[in-house]
């Protein structure tokens, strides 16, 4: 097997400074990070060569898991601790721990809310393993972009937090003393989406929750 590992770093490079240079021209005062998925490809050097890119200053980059084996695969590749990890799939008493573990250990670890019922869950083990948890939500969105798997998004799709849903999430927070812990918001769209004017579209449907969370007083750093 011959792999070329300077493709993904040029891949990486140039995904990050395209963010970089959009964001000098708008002066924008935020960060960009390139989260990689590993279900895309799971091999142990080509998510090594991915990070590199990150390791020599040249881009940043986190990872993201979506069960259980993912997330074990996350941990172990993420050494010394600081690593951006986004957890979303379906989420279980053993996952949420998994995750929460991963937080202890000095990494930045985000679960992402997509049902009612993981929040609780979320909840009931950070206090049992005296950890302050990152919670992201998945906003279920009215916009879908036309492509691969568009019927993952939108207003049917079975994804996702409504907004009388996050409005819940917002008060069981707050009444749990938490809402600190709402960090995040996320969105998909689908795959392989050709035309812009559907992600400026689910943008700025995203930027109505970001507005609205921050005015409920969710200390919202990351989209």
Known sequence: LVRFSDILHDRVEQLCGAFDAAMQDVDYQGGYTAVYPIKVNQQRRVVEEILATSERGNGRVGLEAGSKPELLAVLA???GGSSLIVCNGYKDREYVRLALLGEKLGHKVYLVVEKLSELELILEEAR???VTPRIG????LASVGKGKWQNTGGEKSKFGLTASQILEVVETLRAQDALASLQLVHFHLGSQIANIRDIQRGLRECARFYQNLM?????????
């Open 77 to 79: 590749l993420s050494d």
């Open 128 to 130: 049992e393993l005296d």
């Open 137 to 140: 939500l998945r906003a279920r």
């Open 215 to 223: 005015s409920l007083g969710a200390p919202i750093d990351t989209v």
